[in-house]
């Protein structure tokens, strides 16, 4: 079978078409690593709010910011449980969120059971990717990469950007107003 002109053409255009917009992924990624690695390294000279969340948990929760200036640069939120810990970072450039983190542990027995060991609890983490306040790559709980924009990616993505929306409220107000008492 010998391919047209035309359609020789329109092969390379595709192909190109698919290069580009890998180098521009690798690119975004490449330019979001550099963001958190800036901010962790500098994270001793921000400044840091913290916010008590109370009545999320009996163990305890909080909500820390980390700020250059007046600019959000990281949120952190840790919450404790008998049997887990949950923290979520949140990393910010130009007050947009770029890189979603999510840690949860669950213990296998509760955390003041004498046989307790954390190298015996079960990790899950969660990354959500940002740039121009679209998530570009969401990494599962199972190590699972997508990047195609479908039904679950899309809905990812709100809940992460929700998430780190209602979690900027907390810590702009100072204080966490338990859903029970609105």
Known sequence: MKL??????????????????????????????????????????????????EGISTEGATVQGYYAGDTLRLMVQDVMGEMYKYRLEVYYEADTP????????????????????????????TRGYFTGGKMIRWIDEKNSIFQQRNTAFIKTEQTFLKTAVDLRQVLNAGYFDPPANK
């Open 4 to 53: 047209s002109h035309r359609m020789k053409i329109l092969i390379l255009m595709l192909l190109t078409a698919a290069s580009v917009r890998a180098q521009t992924s690798d690119s975004a990624l490449q330019q979001i690593r550099q963001v958190c690695q800036d901010v962790n390294q500098h994270i001793t000279s921000y400044r840091m709010k913290d916010v008590y969340m």
């Open 98 to 125: 770029v890189f979603y983190y999510e840690r949860r542990y669950l213990y296998e027995v509760p955390l003041f059971d004498p046989a307790f060991d954390v190298h015996k609890s079960k990790v899950s983490e």
